[in-house]
């Protein structure tokens, strides 16, 4: 890192981009990625350069960043390439609750923001605890989580984390742990099995479909197919995990579950 706090940032995912902005450290942000929305008009604020496993890699060196931000493995070629040309990278692997909280604590830090990222921490732990607090003592509907539909992907560690808070039981708990989609992959059968009272789906880059999840083959003996119970999480609320998940996303998984 060639200043510090670093002057010059890149984001090449969401959540990184949106800890910023709550950091009032927004001026540090040189580039984002393509899949930034949090908050409203980022795109337009700051240069757009990376998709998610794809990068413009000379247009982030024209950028001239003390310090690139990525995420989890998917990005580790990007990263790789970046740290080959001289460039500082930091990559966070957050895949639950407290990676997410201590994701936003180092980040702070990363930028002497240490007394306002505590700050951001303290509040999204007493929400927590107040969703937890206002789903104690009721049902405990039984919820499945769909990532992606083909192959069909569940799991995900910090929307398992949500689900509970909200009030639910995840379906494929044993499935929350693994980092890697390929690991989290569910047949029909196993859906079936399970018998969710509650289906979320969210499908990156993609309209979720209820009617299409409802028509799938013995789905009709599913009560959440039966009930009507099938709702899309768009996916900026729930699949990056950082600050959105935490407030949008959790709202989302509420109310489906109310």
Known sequence: MKTFPPERIVCLTEETVETLYLLGEQDRIVGVSGYAVRPKGVRQEKPRVSAFTSADIPRILALQPDLVLTFSDLQADIAA???????????YNQRDLHGILAMIRHLGATVG???KAAQLIDHYRD???????NAAGKPRPKVYFEEWDEPMISGIGWVSD?????GGQDAFPELATRDKARDRFVTSDQVI????????????????????IAARPGWDTIPAVRDGRIFEI??????QPGPAALTDGLDAIVTALS
């Open 81 to 91: 390439e970046l740290l080959r040309e001289g460039v500082a990278v930091m990559g």
């Open 113 to 115: 923001q240490e007394a």
């Open 127 to 133: 929400r927590l605890a107040q969703v937890a607090a």
């Open 162 to 166: 949500l689900i509970e808070i909200a």
């Open 193 to 212: 099995a399970a018998a969710p009272d509650v289906i979320l789906a969210s499908w990156c880059g993609k309209k979720v479909r209820p009617e299409k």
């Open 234 to 239: 768009k996916s900026p609320l729930i699949l």
